[in-house]
């Protein structure tokens, strides 16, 4: 059994920034695909940056430029640098590993973001 625990969340500013972390248990981190997902209130759950195993990572258009995924095999740590923050960034943040299928295997718990305008 994995577990994710994230953390990094918080209230900020708009314009300014976040970087989540998210742990991973287990030996199968490095092997596997992550993603990072956001919901807002009343909103359904958002794929929001994908990174693959060797580091390769997809965005939302809606974050792209703005946030940066990245991942430590070594540390079994996923990231997410978050800057320049807005309102609409609002949500609960979570992080995912991928089983072969490309299927979401685990979800860590979530951390929440808040962004004051």
């Known amino acids: 059994q994995v577990q994710l625990v994230e953390s990094g969340g918080g209230l900020v500013q708009a314009g300014g920034s976040l970087r989540l972390s998210c742990v991973a248990s287990?030996?199968?981190?490095?092997?596997?695909?992550m993603a990072w997902y956001r919901q807002a209130p009343g909103k359904e759950r958002e794929l929001i940056a994908e990174i693959s195993c060797g580091g390769r990572a997809y965005y939302r258009d809606s974050v792209k430029g703005r946030f940066i995924s990245s991942r430590d095999n070594a540390k079994n740590t996923l990231y997410l640098q978050m800057n320049n923050l807005k309102f609409e960034d609002t949500a609960m943040y979570y992080c995912a590993q991928r089983g072969g299928l490309g299927n979401v295997d685990y979800w860590g718990q979530g951390t929440q973001v808040t962004v004051s305008s």
């Open positions: 287990g030996s199968c981190f490095r092997f596997s695909a």
